[in-house]
């Protein structure tokens, strides 16, 4: 499970709107564990602390987290449902940029 530093979840809870004594609190250590899975899976690495890099990674791990927050039923209403945008274009600009290991193939 990824690590959630008392910083990280204070950003969370301001970011999602969520008072830190609400039970709904509890819910975020999950909602950012599976969003960080999310991101491995979309092949997106964890990018180093204090880059403009890992700056964008957090926000589609807010998105993300308010996403599931926000979204807790299993049904959905309303008429138009569609991934934000501005999330889908953060995530594959982290995809493009995604640093590539030595392969071994330069000279």
């Known amino acids: 499970m990824a690590e959630l530093t008392p910083e990280r979840k204070a950003e969370l809870l301001a970011y999602c709107r969520i008072d830190a004594l609400e039970d709904d ?15 491995a899976g979309a092949g997106v ?3 180093q602390e204090g880059t403009d890099r890992r700056a964008l990674y957090d926000l589609c791990i807010n998105y993300l987290v308010l996403d599931k927050y926000e979204r ?36």
């Not at 609190?25 to 999310?38: D, E, Q, R, T």
């Open 25 to 39: 609190a509890l819910l975020l250590p999950g909602y950012y564990s599976a969003s960080v899975g999310y991101m």
């Open 45 to 47: 690495s964890v990018p």
């Open 72 to 107: 807790r039923s299993a049904t959905i209403t309303g008429t138009i449902v569609a991934e934000n945008p501005e999330f889908v274009r953060i995530k594959n600009q982290l995809k493009f940029t995604e640093p590539v290991p030595n392969l071994g193939t330069s000279g």
